[in-house]
């Protein structure tokens, strides 16, 4: 079993759209969750961390639940810049930068 | 605003040739660290140095080195490329804990023919 999964999707959504996606991760001592976003042919760049009481920024949304041991990226009032591969990213143990794991991505596809 | 700038982003090399990806970062960073990329694998760490000369194993090390001589900078060494290492090379850069967000470079497309 790998220890971060995702669905690679692609999800194609309508501009306006609200659109979820989840990310599961197996080691319950993981400490540190974030998503990163990733635009085709570029580099991943840091969208937000996810905190245990949730958080928001903008239309995004993300939330962590502990018992399930999965973080979700909600999205809402889709754009079609929203259109890129989300990572899921799961800090797994004491701090070692070694145990940090990187999701496949979710590919969005935000359709006009 | 961090730069992480990385020699190449388009390299095609030889079987069996020494390739040398660099990898510089201008944030005064403690962390770098060097992943692949691949279709339906997503990132994988190689390696990652916390200090100058240091260096750690990530997940698969195997066919490749590293070098930290200065803070600034972190290579990546294939001894000896196979087709098999063909793939997408990004280089990130961090901050000390609890900051443990990666700052990338644009990447490296590296094709071993």
């Known amino acids: 079993r790998k220890e971060v999964e995702q669905d690679p999707g692609p999800f194609n959504v309508p501009e306006g759209a609200t659109v979820a996606f989840n990310c599961t991760y197996s080691n319950s001592a993981s400490q540190s969750f974030f998503w990163y976003r990733q635009d085709c042919r570029k580099e991943p760049k840091l969208l937000m961390s996810v905190y245990s009481s949730g958080n928001e920024d903008g239309r995004f949304t993300a939330q962590l639940n502990r018992a399930s041991q999965y973080i979700s990226l909600l999205i809402r009032d889709s754009k079609l810049s929203d259109s890129a591969t989300y990572l899921c990213v799961v800090n797994m143990g004491g701090g070692g930068y070694q145990e940090v794991t990187f999701g496949i991505g979710t590919k969005l596809q935000v359709i006009p | 605003d961090v730069k992480v700038t990385q020699s190449s982003r388009y390299l095609v090399k030889r079987t069996g040739e020494k390739v040398f990806l660099e990898c510089v970062q201008d944030?005064?960073?403690?962390?770098m660290f060097w992943y692949r990329q691949d279709p339906g694998l997503g990132l994988r760490l190689i390696y990652f140095?916390?200090?100058?000369?240091?260096?750690e194993k990530g997940d698969i090390p195997e066919g490749y080195s590293v070098s930290r001589e200065k803070k600034e900078r972190f290579s990546l060494i294939l001894e000896s490329a196979s087709t098999n290492q063909t793939s997408m090379y990004l280089c990130?850069?961090?901050?000390?804990?609890?900051?443990?967000?990666?700052?990338f470079g644009p990447g490296t497309r590296l094709t071993v023919t």
């Open positions: 990130a850069s961090s901050d000390i804990p609890p900051s443990y967000e990666q700052y």
């Open positions: 140095s916390y200090d100058v000369k240091m260096k």
């Open positions: 944030m005064d960073h403690e962390n």
